[in-house]
């Protein structure tokens, strides 16, 4: 049948012909199909497709140009089912949108690449109960490990999991009531010194706008900040301190109210990266000069006036330090669950070094 162009049209029902009934998609290509268009038998094709010796160049052409003409994936199901591997981790972020986790992720899956392993990742939107249901999710489809950002503080739900043999360990925050491997960022020291900082800098009314105060890395950083106000004997009035969720409304609200009243904070550290962008936006509609130290560098710190001085994190080198303690764990070198923790680093570019305006 023609239409007026002139093309030649096939009827729906001829293009589905080699179809499965009532299914859009077609049959996957097997070894079968592979060896019957080669000429070959059957274990030719399992050598030619597993890299095996044994077969004759010619062989091996004919058997390789039948495959890309049919468009032949070596079925990975049955390889695991033979060795106990999948060759894949999962990970388990917080929030894929936040740009601290874009670098611990590449780097696990850099590590994960290096292993010859597939990355499979998901978010918990710090939720508890989404990061069991994605964990499990991961550990029913057969990973042979998990990097996980804890959202939860209970976490023996993956104990059967980690006796079947999961390799697991927590990155950022450690796990909740069970003893298992972490890596994390010294939250506590590098809050200190960024408060310390500010303090060196003539800062006496200094305020903190956290995250959640049931997070760890926001009771540590609470905690560094606490401690460097104390060794300065500088008490700290309830109205300078702030937690809470990171949204914009709410991190604005708290700033705006240290900012005002009769004895208004001098400076500001903020908890962490999406607390400090909102930060910087009310300090520019501020007139009055106001010292900022943030925890976790952003993009294009340095471009601002004055630059944004921030205790720094490396969130690459956390995820590269998880991903490698994970495949020592699958090697079988390792025995005795550690906590590590990195340092961090004070960066200053001005906006930490301004005096106070009083």
């Given amino acids: 049948m023609d239409d007026r162009t002139g093309r030649r049209i096939v009827p729906e029902t001829s293009r589905r012909a080699d179809r499965l009934p009532g299914s859009r998609y077609g049959t996957r290509p097997t070894m079968k ?4 268009r080669a000429g070959v038998g059957l274990k030719t094709v399992s050598r030619v497709v ?5 077969v004759t160049p010619d062989t091996e052409r004919r058997v390789q140009e039948a495959i890309d003409a049919l468009g032949f994936r070596r079925n990975d199901s ?6 106990g591997r999948t060759a894949s981790i999962g ?4 929030d894929l949108a936040d740009p601290f986790y874009g670098p611990l992720s590449r780097a696990v899956e850099e590590v994960a690449r290096a292993h010859g392993a597939l990355l499979i990742n998901g978010s918990s939107a710090e939720d508890p109960d989404r990061e069991q249901e994605l964990a499990l999710a991961l550990c029913a489809r057969r990973v042979d490990g998990l990097v996980v950002i804890p959202a939860g503080d209970d976490h023996r739900y993956l104990e059967p999991e980690i006796r079947a043999g999961v390799a697991t360990v927590f990155v950022d925050r450690p796990a909740g009531k069970i003893d298992a491997d972490v890596v994390l960022s ?17 800062h006496r009314r200094i305020g903190f706008i956290g995250d959640m105060p049931r997070i760890h890395t926001a009771a540590e950083r609470l905690r560094g900040y606490r401690s460097a106000m104390e060794d300065a004997g500088i008490p700290v009035e309830d109205a300078w301190n702030s937690l809470g969720v990171t949204d914009p409304e709410r991190v604005r609200r708290a700033a705006e109210e240290m900012l005002s009243g009769p004895s208004p904070v001098t400076a500001i550290f903020a908890g962490n990266n999406r607390v400090t962008v909102t930060v910087i936006r009310v300090l520019a509609e501020h007139t009055r000069p106001v010292a900022l130290v943030g925890f976790d560098d952003i993009e294009l710190a340095d471009l601002l006036t004055p630059g944004l001085t921030v205790v720094a994190q490396d969130s690459a080198l956390l995820g590269r330090t998880a991903a490698e303690r994970l495949f020592r764990q699958l090697d079988g070198t390792l025995l005795a669950p550690e ?3 990195l340092p961090t680093r004070l960066i200053t570019r001005g906006s930490g070094e301004l005096p106070p305006a009083d």
């Fill in 33 to 36: 199909d592979v060896a019957a």
């Fill in 50 to 54: 597993n890299g095996e010796p044994g």
């Fill in 78 to 83: 049955a390889r695991v089912l033979r060795k």
């Fill in 91 to 94: 990970l388990v972020l917080e």
């Fill in 186 to 202: 010294d939250n506590y020291g590098g809050a200190r010194d960024g408060v310390a900082h500010l303090i060196a800098h003539g």
């Fill in 339 to 341: 906590r590590i923790e």
